[in-house]
């Protein structure tokens, strides 16, 4: 059956999208004090885990795998995209609101 690949493929992109927000509004919280928003939070948290993987192979040599160490990576990578993004700005990299 060719649509059950199609569902499980959806099904990623959703737990992977919805992943993303939470990291994404996770970081801007730390970060910030507050979250940018459910769309700019999405992007971050997508974009951080990105960072945050390629950080980790970088590091040590292998891709993180599970849900907990790909969520903590994940958070690590956004904070870490969050500080940059103030530091192109000109902000205090933490600043609270």
Same mark, same amino acid.
């Given at each position: ?14 737990? +992977? ?5 939470? &990291? ?10 507050s979250g940018f928003g459910l769309i700019w939070d999405i992007v971050v948290g997508v974009v951080g885990a990105f960072l945050g993987g390629w950080l980790f192979s970088l590091i040590f040599g ?8 790909? +969520? ?7 904070? &870490?995209? &969050? ?15």
């Open positions: 059956m060719p649509n059950t690949h199609i569902w499980e493929a959806a099904m990623h992109l959703i737990g +992977f999208l919805i992943l993303g927000a939470i &990291v994404g509004w996770l970081a801007g919280l730390i970060m910030r004090g292998t891709q993180p795998s599970g849900l907990i160490v790909d +969520f903590i990576v994940a958070l690590i990578g956004a904070c &870490v995209l &969050v500080g940059i993004i103030h530091l192109i700005k000109r902000e205090p990299i933490r600043t609270t609101t």
